[in-house]
T-cell receptor, first 113, second 110 residues
Framework: EPEVTQTPSHQVTQMGQEVILRCVPI?????FYWYRQILGQKVEFLVS????????KSEIFDDQFSVERPDGSNFTLKIRSTKLEDSAMYFC???????????FGPGTRLLVL | GENVEQHPSTLSVQEGDSAVIKCTYS??????FPWYKQELGKGPQLIID?????GEKKDQRIAVTLNKTAKHFSLHITETQPEDSAVYFC?????????FGTGTSLTVIP
């Protein structure tokens, strides 16, 4: 069964550094999402992406965040200057055009020191 | 925006018993309600979903009910097994994003 994959599985970085989280969507999916989950809390929506542009974003997704699909396959989330409070699990999710169902990747655990 | 509340936060049941997890939502425009199971160290996995034009859906030991008037929906797991132990999240879909509940940690005691 096709799966969403994410790399790296874990990342430790220093505060102020840039990080790039990568996602490979299921091949025929057209809609892409990033969510984050701070330890012990609910999964929170960050951003949705369709047709090479952001379609919706939350208040969390400020100017420090950006997304792109650089090569037509990977979908990336960049955090420009990480803060301690960016430490969380980051999940990519994707869906096809004819269903509401979003399929989640295994997540990247980001730790900012 | 949408607000999803989920109860209980933790639930322990004996193997073979039933487990029920309840969620409420605030936005009457929400029209799709998935349930996800999250095992330790993994991403959320869809286990069942229901659309707003349906009141109940069942898939083997798992069922979901939806009351649109009251804006609540519930997950029912019957004949629970130890492998059902995980964190379960409900979600409501309004437009292009999911709003998740706070999760329920289910423990099935053998």
């Amino acid at each position: 069964e096709p799966e969403v994959t994410q790399t790296p599985s874990h990342q430790v970085t220093q505060m102020g550094q840039e990080v790039i989280l990568r996602c490979v969507p299921i091949s025929n999916h057209l809609y892409f999402y990033w969510y984050r989950q701070i330890l012990g809390q609910k999964v929170e929506f960050l951003v949705s992406f369709y047709n090479n542009e952001i379609s919706e974003k939350s208040e969390i997704f400020d100017d420090q965040f950006s997304v792109e699909r650089p090569d037509g396959s990977n979908f990336t989330l960049k955090i420009r200057s990480t803060k301690l409070e960016d430490s969380a699990m980051y999940f990519c999710a994707t869906k096809s055009g004819n269903t509401e169902t979003q399929y989640f990747g295994p997540g990247t655990r980001l730790l900012v020191l | 925006g949408e607000n999803v509340e989920q109860h209980p936060s933790t639930l322990s049941v004996q193997e073979g018993d039933s487990a029920v997890i309840k969620c409420t939502y605030s936005d009457s425009a929400s029209n799709y309600f998935p349930w996800y199971k999250q095992e330790l160290g993994k991403g959320p996995q869809l286990i069942i979903d229901i659309r707003s034009n349906v009141g109940e859906k069942k898939d083997q030991r798992i069922a979901v009910t939806l009351n649109k008037t009251a804006k609540h929906f519930s997950l029912h797991i019957t004949e629970t097994q130890p492998e059902d132990s995980a964190v379960y999240f409900c979600a409501a879909n309004t437009g292009n994003q999911f709003y998740f509940g706070t999760g329920t940690s289910l423990t099935v005691i053998p």
